[in-house]
């Protein structure tokens, strides 16, 4: 899952991006609103994390001007500002959720999944298909009760392709949401990720859609 961060403070960016990443998620790291507009533009992210208190446009004026435009992306503000006026105006200015700084990595990256599995409009945090469990919250994934052990990008690239079991995702999509920005991509990354994933799995549990891409195979 990947997750744009706004932040202009160096230490508390670094140790966010870095926690989350090792909680799985891909997160690009920007400092400023004018940075984050055109990578909201041209990334698939699944959830932004905006600090309010931003050098030039501030993070509310940001988050107003985002969903003005109808950007329906789950926002998470992330902020020192704890007064209740603050915090309401947050969320009346169209966040998701708010959390006050200093906060613990864990519960960040849980209210992350909570808004994630809204906006999937999944009620149960585990993902299930055909008998194939996957915990986002543990990174445990078990077929029939057995544990499988999966690598970080074949647990990401499995979660993708499980969140809405059916839909067909194309190499192209697929790359563009387990990679950030900067990270060296393989060219055939994501068919050794599907390879290593069928070899735990079962060779059918993973379609290939020859020409448009990869889907789970679908219940009986
Ligand atoms: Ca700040």
Do not use: C
């Amino acid at each position: 899952m990947r997750l744009l961060l706004v932040e202009d403070d160096a230490m508390i960016g670094e140790a966010i991006r870095a926690g989350l990443k090792r909680d799985g998620f891909t997160v690009d790291w920007v400092r400023t609103a004018a940075a984050a507009a055109p990578a909201l533009a041209t990334e698939p992210y699944e959830l932004l994390l905006l600090d309010l208190g931003l050098p030039g446009s501030d993070g509310l004026s940001f988050l107003k001007s985002l969903r003005a435009r109808g950007t329906p992306l789950p926002v998470l503000i992330i902020t020192a500002r704890d007064a209740v006026a603050d915090r309401v105006a947050g969320l009346d200015a169209g966040a998701d959720d708010y959390l006050v700084k200093p906060f613990d990595l864990e519960e960040l990256a849980a209210r992350i999944r909570a808004l994630l599995r809204r906006k999937a409009g999944r009620p149960a945090p585990h993902l299930e298909h055909l008998g194939l469990m996957l915990d986002p919250a543990t990174h445990r994934v078990t077929r029939d009760g057995a544990e499988v052990a999966l690598s970080p990008r074949e647990f990401a690239l499995l979660e993708l392709l499980l969140e809405r079991p059916g839909a067909i995702l194309s190499r192209a999509q697929l790359e563009e949401r387990l990679y950030g920005f900067g990270e060296e991509i393989e060219s055939n990354a994501i068919e050794v990720h599907v390879h290593g994933l069928r070899r735990k799995l079962g060779a059918d549990y993973i379609l290939t859609v020859r020409g448009v891409g990869y889907r789970v195979r679908p219940a009986p």
